[in-house]
């Protein structure tokens, strides 16, 4: 059902072709919230916003690559000329290389700093002008991987840890603007991640639907209380 709140509020997510992104926005276009997607693909995230709404007013997709503060700029400068302000950030574009440290390529370290940490703090940037108009709301997808490393997890783990330290931290400066930060930290969640192909065998998973009613929660949570950091896991084990 939708909120009245919440109705016409507008929402970018990063990485909002596949996955927790896709999930989110179903969920907060079903509340009334206009959303702008965004891949490294511009057909992909024409497609997934085709997918999402058939109304071009209630959604955008846009080709962006977080890792690129032009990019990020320019695409958040989209969102507002389209839809007129910018109410809620989520920064969820991610990607995964797990391979123990004499193995991990240059590459693959810079890859995944490049989007999963460097790449927040671009959409963050890029955002704080219309997020301070609007006392907007900032939510990072991080991973229970910011809070217990694992073998062959150097570059994710570094990269979740240090998204965990830059959203607690902008989360007290950001505070003093009237803007919300929350950081999810899931555990394992039935995606597309590391070239995964959601199946039936990952019933015992949270579904990126359940990550979806997370933040609409959090977006309906009362104006004086803040969740700054959320862990959430599977309820069972596989
Ligand atoms: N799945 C899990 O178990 C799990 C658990 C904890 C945390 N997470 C985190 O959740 C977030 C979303 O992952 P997911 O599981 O939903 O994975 P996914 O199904 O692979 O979706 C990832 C999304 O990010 C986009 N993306 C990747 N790199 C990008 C870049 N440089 N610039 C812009 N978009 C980019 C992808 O689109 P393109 O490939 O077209 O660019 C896609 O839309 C990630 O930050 C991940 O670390 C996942």
Request: hydrophobic fraction near 40%.
């Amino acid at each position: 059902m939708e909120n009245s709140q919440l109705r016409d509020k507008v929402a970018y997510i990063t990485g909002g072709t596949k996955g927790i992104g896709f999930g989110i926005a179903q969920a907060l276009l079903a509340q009334g919230i206009k959303v702008a997607i965004s891949s490294r693909s511009p057909e992909a995230a024409l497609q997934a916003a085709q997918a999402l709404s058939s109304d071009p007013s209630r959604v955008l997709g846009i080709g962006s690559q977080v890792g690129s503060a032009a990019a990020e700029l320019k695409a958040v400068e989209a969102v507002v000329e389209h839809f007129g302000s910018l109410d809620v950030l989520i920064a969820n574009a991610g990607v995964g290389h797990f391979a123990p440290i004499d193995e991990l390529s240059y590459e693959q370290w810079r890859e995944t700093i490049d989007t999963n940490l460097t790449g927040v703090f671009n959409s963050v940037k890029a955002s704080l002008d219309a997020l301070k108009q609007s006392k907007g709301y900032v939510i990072t997808i991080a991973s229970l991987a910011g809070a217990n490393f694992f073998e062959n997890g150097s570059a994710y783990n570094a990269s979740k840890f240090g998204l965990v330290g830059f959203t607690q931290s902008i989360m007290l400066d950001l505070r003093k603007h009237g803007i919300k930060v929350t950081t999810i930290m899931p555990g394992s969640v039935a995606t597309y991640f590391n070239n995964h192909t959601p199946n039936a065998e990952d019933a015992w998973k949270i579904q990126p639907e359940d990550l979806g009613q997370m933040v609409v929660d959090l977006l309906k949570m009362n104006p004086r209380t803040l969740p700054s950091k959320i862990e959430v896991r599977p309820a069972q084990t596989k």
